[in-house]
C-alpha cells in the first residue's frame, strides 16, 4: 500500500489543455516535479515542452507523443549523470511553450516623431498599426524572457516589443525623405522596412514577427486642420474665392459674431434690393427702371500763372485773377508771366493769355 501511494505521486501523463488564447508560457506543477522514468508526454501541434533541471535548461520536445526514457533525453541524462539502465523517479521542471501566432498585438508611438518633410519642412507624425508574434526558438525564449514565471503571458512582453518597433519605426520615418502626403501609398513599404529592422533584436529573445503592420501615419491635429484649409483653398480656387468660403463657413456656425453680423448685412441688402425693385411708394414697376445717370466728371484744374515785375515773382493765380488785374491796368502785354509746363518766361502777348488781354478797352480818349 505505501509503495503504491508512492508510486501514485510520480507523474506519469504530461500534457497541456490552453483555452486561455493569451498564455505563452505554462508550468506543469506536480507536488514534489517527482516524473516516473518511462512517464509519457504530450505535446500537441503548435506546442513545445522545455524540461529544466536544477536551473539549467535541458531538452526541448516537439509536437509529438515521447516515452521519457535516457534515450530521448540526451541533455537531462548528461546532466544527471544517468546510464542506460536507470529506473528511478527524477525531478524537473516542465515548461509547455505556444508556439503558435499571436494576433493582433497593438503598437503605436506615445510621442511625436520629429521628421523633415520635402515640402512641408520640419513636422511632427505619429504612427500606429499591429502585429503578429511568435515563439521560434522555445529555449532561449525561456532563459532569457521567462524565467521561472509559472504562467506567462503575451502582455508581459508586448510592451518590450512595442518599444522595440517604436524605435526603429521612428528612425525609419525620420529617415524615409518620403513626403507625408505620399507616405499614405507607401506604408506597404515602410512596414516591411520596419519589421526587417527589428527582426535580429526580437529573435535574441527567441520570438519573430510574421506580420507587421502600419495602418496609418498622421500629423498633429492642428497641422491636419490647416492642411484641410489649404485643401479647400485648392478646390476653391483663388483668395478671393478662400476668404467667401470662409465667410460662408462662418455664416453658418450658429451664434457666431460674424455669422450674426453678415447675416444682419445680408438682410439689410435683401431689404434694400426689395426696395429698389417694388419701385416708388412700395408698388410693383411695370418695367425694370433705369439706372441713375453717372455723376459728372470734375471740371478741369484751370492754369496757374506766375508774374514777373520788377525783378519779383508772384503767384499763382488763376486766369481769373489775371483777367481781373488785366482790367485794372496791372498786366499789360509785356508782363513777363510763366506756368509749369512753359519753356521759361515769356511776354504775356505771346502766351494764351492774349485773349484775356484782348478783351480789355482801351483807355478812354482825353477829353
Known amino acids: 500500500m505505501v509503495f503504491d501511494f508512492l508510486k501514485g505521486e510520480f507523474i506519469d501523463v504530461i500534457s497541456w489543455l490552453d483555452d486561455t488564447r ?60 544517468w546510464d542506460h539502465g536507470f529506473r528511478s523517479p527524477f525531478k524537473s521542471e516542465v515548461y509547455f511553450v505556444n508556439t503558435t501566432r499571436f494576433n493582433d498585438q497593438k503598437w503605436g508611438t506615445k510621442n511625436p516623431i520629429m521628421a523633415r518633410d520635402p515640402e512641408f519642412g520640419p513636422v511632427r507624425l505619429r504612427a500606429f498599426g499591429t502585429y503578429s508574434m511568435r515563439v521560434t526558438d522555445p529555449g532561449k525564449f525561456m532563459t532569457e524572457i521567462v524565467g521561472t514565471d509559472g504562467e ?22 525620420a529617415k524615409s525623405g518620403i513626403p507625408v502626403l505620399d507616405m499614405a ?26 506580420e ?63 426696395a429698389q425693385n417694388m419701385g416708388p411708394w412700395g408698388a410693383q414697376p411695370g418695367a425694370a ?16 500763372w506766375h508774374l514777373a515785375v520788377d525783378g519779383a515773382t508772384s503767384g499763382p493765380f488763376a486766369e481769373a485773377d489775371l483777367a481781373r488785374m488785366a482790367a485794372e491796368g496791372r498786366l499789360s502785354r509785356a508782363t513777363m508771366v510763366w506756368t509749369p509746363g512753359q519753356d521759361g518766361w515769356k511776354m504775356a502777348a505771346e502766351t494764351e493769355l492774349a485773349r484775356l488781354l484782348d478783351q480789355v478797352p482801351p483807355p478812354p480818349p482825353k477829353p
Do not use: C
Open 22 to 81: 493569451d498564455t505563452m508560457v505554462w508550468r506543469f506543477d506536480r507536488r514534489g516535479q517527482a516524473i516516473k522514468y518511462g512517464a509519457k508526454l504530450t505535446v500537441r501541434e503548435g506546442q513545445a515542452a522545455v524540461f529544466i533541471h536544477e536551473g539549467q535548461l535541458a531538452d526541448v520536445f516537439g509536437p509529438g507523443l515521447y516515452m521519457l526514457e535516457t534515450n530521448n533525453m540526451p541533455i537531462l541524462t548528461t546532466l544527471q549523470h
Open 212 to 274: 507587421f503592420y502600419i495602418e496609418n501615419i498622421s500629423l498633429p491635429e492642428e497641422v491636419e486642420k490647416a492642411l484641410d484649409k489649404r485643401t479647400s483653398m485648392g478646390v476653391v480656387g483663388n483668395l478671393n474665392r478662400y476668404m467667401q468660403f470662409n465667410a460662408a463657413e462662418s455664416m453658418g456656425r450658429p451664434g457666431s459674431a460674424m455669422g450674426s453680423a453678415m447675416g444682419a448685412g445680408m438682410g439689410m441688402g435683401m431689404g434694400a434690393a426689395m
Open 152 to 173: 506567462f503571458t503575451a502582455d508581459e512582453i508586448s510592451v518590450q516589443i512595442r518599444n522595440i518597433i517604436v524605435q526603429e519605426a521612428s528612425q525609419v520615418l
Open 289 to 304: 427702371a433705369a439706372p441713375p445717370p453717372p455723376p459728372p466728371p470734375p471740371p478741369p484744374a484751370g492754369k496757374q
Open 185 to 210: 501609398a507607401n506604408l506597404a513599404d515602410l512596414g516591411k522596412i520596419i519589421a526587417n529592422a527589428i527582426a535580429p533584436k526580437v529573435g535574441e529573445y527567441g520570438l519573430s514577427i510574421p
